[in-house]
């Protein structure tokens, strides 16, 4: 079992920047993939990135590269630093822990409850 909390979000203007923070518990956190994803009001939910278990691959979705950079220690966290925001950046952002590296929300076993991110324009 993984439990996953997030935090770090909140309102900000476009161009500026915040930094998610996701907290596992469990010691078999290691062994997985770790995702975020978004979801915006009345929208599907939508990959953003996800990082590998060694930390060392990654996969963006097109919209955030160059943007976004996620990271993870060996602390049991994970991180989306998000630089340039846009408007469009603005949901509720989730962290997930997946069996393999994908962009398929149904691949992923474990959720946080996710922290709303706002861009004001």
């Known amino acids: 079992q993984v439990q996953l909390v997030e935090s770090g979000g909140g309102l900000v203007q476009a161009g500026g920047s915040l930094r998610l923070s996701c907290a596992a518990s469990?010691?078999?956190?290691?062994?997985?993939?770790m995702g975020w994803f978004r979801q915006a009001p009345g929208k599907e939910r939508e990959f953003v990135v996800v990082?590998?278990?060694?930390?060392?691959?990654t996969i963006y979705a097109d919209a955030v590269k160059g943007r976004f950079t996620i990271s993870r220690d060996n602390a049991n966290m994970v991180y989306l630093q998000m630089n340039g925001l846009k408007p469009e950046d603005t949901a509720i952002y989730y962290c997930?822990?997946?069996?393999?590296?994908?962009?398929?929300?149904?691949?992923?076993?474990?959720w946080g409850q996710g922290t709303q991110v706002t861009v004001s324009s």
């Open positions: 469990g010691r078999t956190f290691r062994r997985y993939p």
């Open positions: 997930a822990a997946g069996g393999v590296m994908s962009r398929a929300p149904e691949q992923y076993d474990y």
């Open positions: 990082i590998s278990t060694s930390g060392l691959s």
